[in-house]
């Protein structure tokens, strides 16, 4: 019975690292795909915007009206617009069915082998884990974000600090480089970030949070089926990362 468990084992194992390598390579083929799309998009609005004006009398006139109405032309647009966002989409959905199908393979084939127990009993225990996973990266990137926003803010808020000393300690004297008071730009960013989040201007960091979890809930593209609700969801994102502890106490020493 042993020595059957064994081979069974080894087999399912040989299975799961099959389909681990093609869906690896899979994955790595739709990834080229899409950078290689993303990248010819990216050069033709480059194009587009190095000669801007040729562009507009071009589409403007009868020929321009002609090249938009073509349905070849149409299609091609709709494909380099849409083709990157399905590509993503379809490489996290890849990487996700790769995860939870070899993990339950492999904690299967060495249950067989060795008789180690499951990680988990039910296929969903491991969807779950994948999405707990998922969530945690989300939020380490999301620190990261917080962190990299409040030093940005700092630094220039710094600069300029350095720059209005200088000047009055060199007074008469023009500076080379040309600073900017970041204030009135930090407090618009500020409050236009707590109205996104539909929370006072004074609010702490735990009320931030409470609005950014019922915010980010409704607008989850997971969820939330709205057309805009992807943008929606990533505003959102970007309101909760640029309201660090930081930002609120920088905040409220300005006002």
Same mark, same amino acid.
């Given at each position: 019975m042993?020595i059957?468990?064994? /081979?069974a084992?080894?087999?399912?194992?040989?299975?799961?690292? =099959?389909?681990?390598i093609?869906?690896?390579?899979?994955?790595?083929?739709v990834?080229? !795909?899409? !950078?290689?799309?993303?990248?010819?998009?990216? &050069?033709?609005?480059? =194009?587009? &915007? !190095? &000669?801007?004006? @040729?562009?507009l =009398?071009?589409?403007?006139?009868?020929l321009?009206?002609a @090249?938009l109405l073509?349905?070849?032309?149409?299609?091609?647009?709709?494909?380099? /617009?849409i083709?990157?966002? @399905?590509?993503?989409?379809?490489?996290?959905?890849?990487k $996700?069915?790769?995860?939870v199908?070899?993990?339950?393979?492999?904690?299967r *084939?060495?249950?067989?082998?060795?008789?180690?127990?499951?990680?988990f009993?039910t296929?969903?225990e491991?969807?779950?884990? $994948?999405?707990?996973?998922? +969530?945690?990266?989300?939020?380490?990137?999301?620190?990261?974000n917080?962190?990299?926003?409040e030093?940005?803010?700092?630094?220039?808020?710094r600069?300029?600090?350095?720059?209005?000393n200088?000047?009055?300690?060199?007074?008469?004297y023009?500076?080379?480089?040309a600073?900017?008071n970041?204030?009135?730009?930090?407090?618009?960013?500020?409050?236009?970030?707590?109205?996104?989040?539909?929370?006072g201007?004074?609010? +702490?960091?735990?009320? /931030?949070k409470?609005? $950014?979890?019922?915010? *980010?809930k409704?607008y989850?593209?997971?969820?939330?089926k709205?057309p +805009?609700?992807?943008?929606?969801?990533?505003?959102?994102?970007?309101?909760?990362e640029? @309201?660090?502890?930081?930002?609120i106490e920088?905040?409220?020493?300005i006002?």
């Amino acid at each position: 019975m042993n020595i059957i468990n064994k /081979i069974a084992g080894k087999t399912l194992y040989g299975i799961a690292r =099959l389909i681990s390598i093609v869906l690896d390579t899979i994955i790595a083929l739709v990834e080229t !795909m899409v !950078m290689i799309i993303s990248s010819i998009a990216r &050069g033709f609005v480059v =194009l587009i &915007g !190095m &000669g801007g004006c @040729l562009f507009l =009398l071009l589409f403007a006139g009868p020929l321009g009206v002609a @090249l938009l109405l073509n349905p070849t032309v149409l299609l091609t647009i709709a494909f380099f /617009i849409i083709a990157p966002i @399905l590509g993503t989409k379809f490489i996290s959905y890849l990487k $996700y069915i790769r995860y939870v199908t070899t993990e339950y393979l492999f904690d299967r *084939a060495s249950y067989l082998i060795d008789g180690k127990s499951y990680q988990f009993e039910t296929f969903d225990e491991y969807k779950k884990k $994948y999405k707990r996973m998922q +969530d945690e990266k989300r939020r380490k990137r999301q620190e990261e974000n917080r962190a990299r926003q409040e030093r940005k803010w700092e630094e220039r808020f710094r600069q300029w600090n350095t720059h209005q000393n200088s000047q009055r300690s060199n007074w008469g004297y023009g500076s080379e480089q040309a600073y900017v008071n970041p204030t009135n730009e930090f407090k618009t960013k500020y409050e236009k970030s707590c109205n996104l989040l539909e929370v006072g201007y004074s609010e +702490d960091q735990y009320q /931030i949070k409470l609005a $950014y979890r019922k915010k *980010a809930k409704r607008y989850h593209p997971d969820i939330n089926k709205s057309p +805009d609700a992807t943008e929606k969801f990533q505003q959102v994102n970007e309101a909760y990362e640029f @309201l660090s502890d930081g930002n609120i106490e920088r905040y409220k020493s300005i006002v």
